[in-house]
């Protein structure tokens, strides 16, 4: 059974631009749930995904937006950079369940 | 307003020890509570899980004691290894949320050996 994953591990970006990290869920599993965590904090939801559709969002701006695809992998995408993005993203996969698995993150730094 | 609370920021002990986790909540809505260990570089792994109609859940090792009216819960790991050190994470979800979990900042383990 394949786990979560995510892509790229690491990414520097400058303000302004625009980025998308890419999260494989665990097989079999249909929900999908973007995390962010800055430094010294747990992680903050931003939103959740089920069956391709948006299905609850955290408190972040609407240059955090996401998808997720038919096999139910799912893109982060976040425009207009600024400092304070810098985070680890964490995605998580479920099946229907409170209980979610997370993948290793990417990690996030915006100059 | 943090709704999850971990207010030891670091907790150490000697191998073979009890250790203790603690969390607190404010929300009352809350009716699902996890654990999660996170090593550097990892993302978190889960651990255990208890619902609020229980007041204790048993995994090996690990314990979730939950108590609803002090809105507290905690994890006791017996015996500790030097393997556990890593930081720990409460995470709550509440009824209709769509599962949708809040995480308190977490609390550093170190178990020395």
């Known amino acids: 059974e394949t786990g979560v994953t995510q892509s790229p591990t690491h990414l520097i970006k400058t303000r302004g631009q625009q980025v998308t990290l890419r999260c494989s869920s665990q097989?079999?599993?249909?929900?999908v749930s973007w995390y962010q965590q800055a430094l010294g904090q747990g992680p903050q939801f931003i939103f959740q995904y089920y069956r391709e559709e948006e299905n609850g969002r955290g408190n972040f701006p609407p240059r955090f937006s996401g998808l997720q695809f038919p096999n139910y992998s799912s893109e982060l995408n976040v425009n207009a950079l600024e400092l304070d993005d810098s985070a680890l993203y964490l995605c998580?996969?479920?099946?229907?369940?409170?209980?979610?698995?997370f993948g290793p993150g990417t990690r996030l730094t915006v100059l | 307003d943090q709704q999850v609370k971990q207010n030891s920021p670091s907790l150490s002990v000697q191998e073979g020890r009890i250790s203790i986790l603690n969390c607190d909540y404010t929300?009352?809505?809350?009716?699902?509570f996890l654990w999660y260990k996170k090593y550097p570089a990892e993302g978190p792994t889960f651990l255990i899980s208890i619902s609020s109609i229980k007041d204790k859940n048993e995994d090996g090792r690990f314990t979730v004691f939950l108590n609803k009216s002090a809105k507290h819960l905690s994890l006791h790991i017996v015996p500790s290894q030097p393997g556990d050190s890593a930081v720990y994470f409460c995470?709550?979800?509440?009824?209709?949320?769509?599962?949708?979990?809040?995480f308190g900042k977490g609390t550093l383990l170190t178990v020395n050996p």
């Open positions: 998580a996969s479920s099946l229907s369940s409170v209980t979610q698995y």
């Open positions: 097989s079999g599993h249909n929900t």
């Open positions: 929300n009352s809505m809350f009716d699902y």
């Open positions: 995470a709550a979800s509440a009824a209709g949320s769509n599962y949708k979990l809040t």
